[in-house]
């Protein structure tokens, strides 16, 4: 049985039509609010239990106004320095080497701390999990198109080394590195 056609508001159509993953990116830095809403946009999902086990660190080459650094996002709509300096080779390298990690403007690592979930929903509490860093990844994915950049979502990468490099506490572990930069037209390799 075929379906009915589906009528979509012409702005959520348009960024369902364009949304792919892209790993080419300029060397353009982002704005201070393009970081923002990235950031706002991730965090804006329901969560198993009302316990919102995620954490996002914000892993900066270039933004104006903020230094080379890892940031940590707040639930305050704030960011913590964690560490300055420019980690993009030692991410790359985590990451196995997908160059996307290096040259992006910022890499978004969606973490999480599963103990509250797990002590409530037992095993069932991974599910929980997963599927919020998925609903918060997309969230990055489409403000990223509403905003004319790149992004893609990372999940091959050596946990441990990651888990080291943003000094995150014990019981915590990455879930998504997600790289986000202005599109490289020029280069565009669109997968």
């Known amino acids: 049985m075929r379906l009915p056609e589906v009528f979509i508001n012409g702005e959520v159509e348009l960024f369902l039509k364009k949304r792919c993953s892209v790993r080419e ?3 353009e ?3 201070l609010i393009e970081l923002a809403e990235l950031l706002w946009s991730a965090s804006k999902i329901p969560s198993a239990g009302g316990l919102y086990t ?3 660190y914000t892993v900066v080459n270039r933004v104006t106004g903020l230094e080379a650094g890892i940031y940590r996002y ?3 709509h704030c960011i913590e320095k964690v560490k300055s300096g420019d980690i993009s ?3 790359c390298d985590a990451g196995l080497r997908q160059e996307c990690i290096k040259n992006a403007a910022v890499n978004i690592v969606i973490s999480a701390t599963p103990k509250s979930v ?3 929903y037992r095993l069932r509490g991974y599910r929980y999990i997963y599927m919020e860093a998925g609903h918060s990844g997309q969230n990055i994915h489409l403000m990223s198109e ?3 950049l790149g992004t893609v979502m990372v999940g091959a990468f050596i946990n441990d080394t990651v888990k080291s490099l943003l000094e995150m506490p014990e019981g915590e572990t990455p879930l998504y590195i997600i790289p986000v ?3 490289n037209l020029k280069k565009r390799r669109v997968i």
């Open 146 to 148: 509403k905003l004319g």
């Open 89 to 91: 080779e030692c991410l």
């Open 181 to 183: 930069g202005r599109k």
């Open 74 to 76: 707040g639930t305050d």
């Open 25 to 27: 990116y300029t060397n």
């Open 29 to 31: 830095s982002l704005s």
């Open 118 to 120: 797990l002590s409530r």
């Open 54 to 56: 995620l954490n996002y």
